[in-house]
């Protein structure tokens, strides 16, 4: 299912949990997984994640309207749309990195 792909158990196992990167500075925060939708401009980068309830929530750097560190969940991620109607995916490709590394 669409959950399996956003957050398959190997992923969730490498994610740290909320709250454990507090002191490390914004920039050097190291993004462990991007989601992106294809017919949009909106990406989320997490670098913290735990779950919650019959959830899973992440932090992190949220491109969209705006950029702004935020947090989102999977229920979140997998009910948006883009203007075609087309669903978040997360980039396989996807290497972890920091912040400082991504030069947004």
Request: aromatic share 16%; no cysteine.
């Amino acid at each position: 299912g669409i959950l399996m792909q956003l957050l398959p158990t190997e992923l969730e196992a490498q994610m740290p949990q909320l709250y454990t990167t507090e002191n490390v500075p914004l920039e050097d925060k190291v993004v462990v997984a991007k989601f992106f939708i294809p017919d949009s401009n909106w990406v989320w980068y997490a670098v913290e994640g735990s779950p919650e309830n019959d959830n899973f929530l992440f932090f992190g750097l949220v491109n969209g309207f705006e950029r702004e560190w935020g947090y989102f969940s999977l229920n979140e991620l997998t009910s948006f749309r883009g203007p075609l109607g087309l669903p978040v995916e997360r980039d396989l490709y996807f290497t972890p990195q920091t912040i400082k590394q991504l030069k947004l």
